[in-house]
């Protein structure tokens, strides 16, 4: 990436705020961090359960606790530095945020790197329910360690090959002119306006690139959903009430981040910038909400976390 700098005039890029106005972004520091702390303990927690907890070491919670981590990592690429920047504003009344080229294609490298292998996690989720819905006595030996080791591999890949032709794209481009960036963090839409030469090319990989991953997302779990929901005719009545309670967790997980990332990424770049509420809850309110969803409504997790935590909160009795 210093190749960048000396490739181009523009070695720093200024970020305009998320809101004007000093009362507004009080507001937003006092709303976000709490929003962030709140995923991080969440995640943090269930990463924390699955791994001490011997009840939980299964397949679909070895999936809960690295989908936790992702949590963690997708929205800790941008929201650390945004609420740092809202407190620099609050403390120094400036508007201005700069960093430099090579930090925002880092920024856009692991936010992509970190999305696009959630969203290929929560594919591959649909086929540890379609066994364990479809394939109840085979379960184990489908699901063996190995296997779900390479079902966790594919998305890490899947993350790395759509972040290395995010980056492909964008750093072959020449960059001048104006350096300011209406938004509160970097992406490729955005760094498209910077660069002094027609992007259309660039930008037809990017929406392509996009839609085949949402494509092929949407079509893994519609198809496999599909044939869950034929097999659970013979199940009773019980076992469909608790199996679609799992889907239904998982679906709602799906939409809520990959839906939100789709409707950004599959639209035409120039809306980019009027869509930053839509980028606000992608980023920022999803991570935290997939916990409540997914995580804290299953009764087994809930009980070895209290289990866990009563156990500490016992030590520390004891010995005082």
């Known amino acids: ?78 929201v650390p530095k945004f609420i740092t920047d809202l407190l620099t504003i609050i403390k120094t009344l400036t508007q201005i945020k700069i960093i430099s080229m090579e930090g925002c294609l880092a920024q856009i490298f692991f936010f992509h790197f970190f999305g696009v292998t959630e969203i290929f996690l ?24 190995p296997v779900c080791h390479l079902l966790v591999a594919g998305p890490w890949m899947g993350g790395v090959i759509d972040s290395m032709v995010q980056i492909l794209v ?50 893994m779990l519609v198809s496999s959903y599909v044939i869950i929901l034929v097999n659970l005719r013979s199940h009773s009545a019980e076992g469909r009430c608790k199996a679609l309670s799992t889907c239904a967790s998982h679906i709602t997980v799906f939409i809520l981040f990959s839906g939100s990332a789709i409707f950004l990424y599959t639209r035409p770049s120039s809306t980019f910038t009027k869509d930053k509420l839509v980028v606000i809850f992608c980023v920022i309110i999803t991570p935290m909400l997939n916990p409540i969803f997914y995580t804290f409504r299953n009764t087994e997790v809930k009980n070895n976390t209290r289990r866990l935590w009563g156990k500490k909160g016992n030590a520390g009795v004891e010995r005082k």
């Open 1 to 78: 990436m210093g190749s960048v700098a000396s490739k181009n005039n523009v070695t720093q890029l200024i970020l305009t705020d998320l809101f004007q106005g000093p009362e507004v972004q009080r507001v937003c520091f006092v709303v976000f961090l709490p929003v962030y702390l709140a995923t991080v303990v969440g995640t943090g927690l269930m990463v924390l359960t699955v791994s001490v907890s011997k009840s939980l070491h299964f397949p679909m919670y070895f999936f809960l606790s690295y989908l936790s981590l992702m949590e963690i990592s997708y929205s800790s690429t941008v």
């Open 122 to 145: 929560l594919t591959v989720m649909v086929y540890d329910c379609y066994v364990a819905i479809c394939e109840p006595l085979h379960y184990t030996i489908i699901m063996s360690q």
């Open 170 to 219: 964008t750093v072959q481009l020449p960059f001048g002119g104006p350096n300011v960036i209406d938004h509160y963090f970097y992406d490729l839409h955005l760094l498209f306006k910077v660069a002094y030469t027609d992007t259309f090319v660039e930008g037809v990989i990017v929406l392509t690139n996009s839609g085949l991953i949402s494509v092929i997302s949407i079509l």
